[in-house]
């Protein structure tokens, strides 16, 4: 089995003189299914947290898991992540609560680990950013963003829902907030100045939803 962000028969080599021709004749192109990985439930974090408690006797309270879900909505590698960073890197001793789940988003965010450093990869396809940019503006599927490209997505686990496509959860939708806007800022500081705080929370609105609006306090990249 193979596992990845994208199927095998989507790998690009450069075999020829055109290094982004698809290679269908690739020995192992022979792909059959194309199965994802759920996102994990609340028990099943419990579960998995769980592990750590039996094998070393540090608990994590329901609250923090609770929050993890929420961080994560479920992807099983930043469930992992969080987990990794509080307990092997952070070395939180006693009871883990929700104050280091959120010491250990922001070290995940700000370390740009390949898994998150992968999405900005990503933004290089035009099919992902036309979709991304479109979810980011609020811009309906079937406008700059084709049905096609937001499946592709989808697949991909960057996005999640149907009607109303949104980032496929908190981490991800602060992470290519933070980054979208240092790259804008960084260009806007040379044509129009900085961001004005009206941009700013506009820019956040766009990426978080109504539920951020106005309560996403401003911090450092």
Not at 6 to 30: C, E, H, Q, T, W
Not at 160 to 169: D, F, L, S, V
Request: with cysteine; charged share 25%.
């Amino acid at each position: 089995m193979l596992c990845g962000l994208r199927d095998l028969r989507d790998y690009k080599v450069a075999s020829s003189s055109d290094p982004a021709r698809l290679n269908p004749a690739g020995s192992f192109n022979i792909l059959a299914d194309s199965p994802r990985l759920s996102d994990l439930t609340t028990d099943q974090i419990a579960e998995l947290y769980d592990q750590h408690t039996q094998a070393i006797g540090q608990e994590f309270t329901k609250d923090a898991v609770d929050r993890v879900l929420e961080l994560t909505q479920g992807q099983p590698w930043l469930v992992n992540a969080l987990a990794h960073a509080i307990t092997c890197k952070m070395k939180v001793t006693g009871t883990i609560t929700t104050e280091p789940v959120e010491d250990a988003k922001e070290r995940l965010i700000r370390a740009r680990p390949v898994h998150l450093d992968a999405l900005m990869t990503r933004l290089y396809e035009p099919r992902v950013e036309r979709a991304v940019r479109a979810i980011m503006e609020g811009t309906p599927p079937g406008t700059d963003a084709s049905f096609d490209d937001v499946s592709y997505v989808r697949d991909l686990g960057l996005i999640r829902g149907t009607g109303a496509p949104e980032i496929a959860n908190p981490i991800y939708r602060e992470f290519l907030l933070r980054h979208s806007l240092l790259c804008a800022d960084l260009l806007r500081r040379e044509q129009h100045g900085p961001f004005t705080d009206e941009a700013l929370i506009q820019a956040r609105r766009r990426i978080f939803g109504a539920a951020y609006f106005g309560d996403v306090p401003s911090r450092p990249c």
